[in-house]
Each structure stands twice: as C-alpha cells, then as structure tokens.
C-alpha cells in the first residue's frame, strides 16, 4: 500500500494505491472519509488528521501465517513464496530444490539456515513448524546435492592411497569423506581452503549436523591424509578435540543360540560361511578373502592373509569345520575362492550381512546379529572354555591385549560362585 497526497478541486487528499488482492481495502471501503475516485482509479481521503491517523494504523501489511513442514531426512519444506531475499538465500545453498508443480521450496533443516531464513522472513510471515519425523533422528550427513557443486575426491588422493598400500575399505571411505568436504567448499580449490575454513566445518559437522565420534575421526583422518600425505604440508590438529571412543560391549550370542542358528541353516553355502567365521573367529572381510590356496586340511589350519593392519596369522580348523568345508566343496567347486559368488569371483560382505540378520530373525533372535557378532561370540565361548587371553589374542590377530580384554567383561564364567556379602548380613 502506498499514500500520495494530490491537490485537486481546491482540496488536498490522500490517495491510497493498493493491490486489489489486499484485505486492507475492506478496512478502507468501511471507512466513512474514502470515496472511490473515478478519475484516478483510486481510494482518495480528505487530508485531515483523522484520516492520516487511519491510513498509518493500516499502513503496516499483516503479517500472514504460514507453516514449514520438518519432513524425513531432516529436509524442511518451504510452504510460501519468501521474499526476493529469501529466494536469494535458498538459491545460495547446496542442497535446496524447487518442486515446480507444488510450487514450494525444500531446503537442509539446519539451525543456521532456519535463523537465517527467519531474519530474511520476519517482516512479512508469521512461521510455524510441523515436525513430521515420526522420531527425532540426528541430522542426517548426507543430503541430495546440486550437481554443479559436485566435488569428487582428486584423483591424486586415490594414486597415492593405493600407492600407499591402503586397503580399498580405507580408499572408499577417505575418497566419499573428501568429496564431500570439497563440495562444502565448493567455491574453492582445496589448495585454497585454510585451517580456519576446516575447523568451521568440522564445528559445523559436531554441532550441527551432531556426527558421531567414528565419523568425526575418519573426516579428520581424510583431511589430514590430503593436506599431510597429499600435498606434503606439516601435521595439524586443527584445535578440534578428537572425541574419546566409547566402549560399549560387544553384542554376543550364547552357545545355545549359537548351535541353534547353525541348526538351522539349510543352504550349505550360508551354513559354511557362517561356520568358518565361527570356528576360526573370522573378520567377514578375512572370511570373503580367503583362498583355496590358503586352506591346509592336512595340517588343519588356515593361513589369513594381510589380516587387519595388514598381519598374517594362522587359524586351526575344527574337525566339524573341516568336514563341512569338504562337503560344500564337492557341492559348489569354487575355483579361486572358498566363497565365491554365483558368476564367480569374491562373495560380497552386505550379502552375508542380509542373510545372516534374516537368519537370526526367523528363529526369533532379537538381538543384533552381525558377522562380528560370531566372532566376539567365539572368543566369549573360548575364554568361558578357560582358553588363556593370550592365545585368543593370537588367533583373532589382535594387535593389544587390551583389546582382548574387552571379553572378560561379557563372559559369565566364575561370576556364578561368586559370594554377594549382603548374604552374610543378619537384618531380617
């Protein structure tokens, strides 16, 4: 709405322009002093102080209220049309879309943004929010990204770590970390980026996006691979506290549940694998790797090759494990691998990972069921067995015997005859 003041018929007034859509005109045709002016196509008022009076108590737009909705994936949906600056501001950041036939905005939810955009918002809408996460998960690291921000990790990064001896685990992972530190960082080259611009965003990682402490390390250990390895500059810290590790207990399956989920398997290819991890306390990456070659059923052992950290290690063989392998052998005859997949070559991780948790399902486990659970749950069974700490070191390949430990804390054996001294105690 805007007021001029005109000189007409030996008279000064007031002549209101207003959007024909503005629910202020109600207020003014209501009002005894408007008349409709024919000649300028407008509201016009006498110029008095009740009129002036009027007109500033209208002057200000209504705010009008709107709702953003918070939806899956901590993405929030932008319901109005925002301001110019609000159009601005969305278009700025990397990970905004606009559905053209809804006609609205989807943007990071972020508290930075969301202060941002109310700032830019506040003088012409009244906001709202409807949470419509069934649960309030942390914010999600990875969104859908424009295409024109798109980092990919330097090719220089990947040579070096294959040079390096790197496992290609440890190359997937530093390679996904970096592309997605250079693509916050878009508009510069990585050379360009400083330690100041690096801590930002490893604060903006912890306390916004609230990243857990084994992501937090691996983004540090990524940045500093390229700026210390890469490119040869001297160690940093950055000033960013690595968080210390927590140390939850592994998840262990009892020997009773052990034996039943073995019972119960009815495909030789799943029983043997699942076996194998078992029986000689595999890692699934050790179990997916290991070759005909590298079994000797006359000495019972199995040679683990470049184990975790890169340590070879010998394996002994159940008499059980060993009849089974030979069974699954002549049913399946792999040609370079124990497991192979059904076109040849290694067997995938993530398909022994599915079976194995609908395995432990339909048997009405409700635990967590990993292939790391078989092999915590076989150390737990050896050291319940009175096996010594420093053979299970051996044979898991532990570098530590501090990690070893970690099992003492799980297995029941002794905690039985142990005397509570509230048993002593004559209160009654």
């Known amino acids: 709405m805007k007021v001029t003041e005109i000189f007409y018929r030996n008279k000064y007034w007031y002549v209101v322009a207003i959007h024909e859509n503005d629910k202020r005109i109600e207020l003014i045709k209501n009002n005894v002093l408007s008349k409709w002016s024919s000649t300028y196509r407008q509201w016009v008022f006498p110029k008095n102080e009740e009129a002036r009076k009027f007109l500033k108590s209208i002057a200000k737009q209504p705010k009008r209220s709107v709702t953003f909705l918070i939806l899956k994936g901590n993405r929030l949906r932008i319901t109005c049309h925002p301001t110019q600056k609000g159009i601005e501001y969305i278009k700025s950041l990397s990970y905004y879309h606009y559905n053209s036939e809804y006609k609205h905005w989807t943007i990071p939810y972020t508290e930075t943004i969301v202060v941002k955009l109310e700032l830019l918002l506040k003088d012409g809408f009244i906001i709202d929010y409807i949470d419509k996460r069934k649960t309030k998960p942390k914010r999600s690291t990875?969104?859908?990204?424009?295409?024109?921000?798109?980092?990919?990790?330097?090719?220089?990064?990947?040579?070096?770590?294959?040079?390096?001896?790197?496992?290609?685990?440890?190359?997937?992972?530093?390679?996904?970390?970096?592309?997605?530190?250079?693509?916050?960082?878009?508009?510069?080259?990585?050379?360009?980026?400083?330690?100041?611009?690096?801590?930002?965003?490893?604060?903006?990682?912890?306390?916004?996006?609230?990243?857990?402490?084994?992501?937090?390390?691996?983004?540090?250990?990524?940045?500093?691979?390229?700026?210390?390895?890469?490119?040869?500059?001297?160690?940093?810290?950055?000033?960013?506290?690595?968080?210390?590790?927590?140390?939850?207990?592994?998840?262990?399956?009892?020997?009773?549940?052990?034996?039943?989920?073995?019972?119960?398997?009815?495909?030789?290819?799943?029983?043997?694998?699942?076996?194998?991890?078992?029986?000689?306390?595999?890692?699934?990456?050790?179990i997916i790797n290991l070759k005909l070659s590298s079994i000797y059923f006359e000495e019972n052992k199995i040679h683990i090759v470049a184990g975790k950290g890169k340590k070879d290690r010998y394996v002994t063989i159940a008499n059980r494990t060993k009849k089974l392998i030979q069974i699954y052998l002549k049913e399946y005859a792999p040609e370079y691998y124990l497991i192979e997949g059904q076109r040849g070559g290694k067997y995938t991780a993530s398909s022994i990972q599915k079976f194995l948790k609908k395995q432990s399902y339909s048997i009405g486990i409700s635990k967590n069921v990993t292939p790391h659970t078989l092999r915590h749950s076989f150390a737990t069974h050896l050291l319940e067995k009175g096996i010594s700490l420093r053979y299970i070191q051996y044979i898991l390949g532990h570098e530590s015997s501090k990690t070893t430990e970690i099992y003492t804390h799980i297995t029941n054996t002794g905690i039985e005859n142990i005397k509570n001294p509230i048993d002593d105690f004559d209160f009654d």
């Open 142 to 286: 990875k969104s859908t990204m424009l295409e024109e921000h798109h980092r990919k990790c330097p090719s220089i990064v990947i040579d070096k770590l294959k040079a390096l001896r790197y496992s290609a685990s440890t190359i997937k992972t530093y390679s996904n970390f970096l592309s997605i530190f250079f693509t916050y960082h878009y508009a510069y080259q990585p050379q360009e980026i400083t330690n100041e611009m690096i801590r930002s965003y490893l604060r903006y990682l912890i306390q916004e996006r609230e990243i857990s402490e084994s992501y937090q390390n691996q983004m540090i250990n990524a940045i500093k691979f390229y700026y210390e390895k890469v490119l040869g500059g001297k160690q940093q810290t950055y000033f960013i506290d690595r968080p210390k590790k927590s140390k939850p207990l592994p998840i262990v399956l009892s020997q009773k549940e052990t034996i039943l989920l073995l019972k119960s398997i009815s495909n030789l290819k799943h029983k043997t694998i699942l076996t194998v991890i078992y029986s000689c306390g595999l890692r699934v990456s050790e």
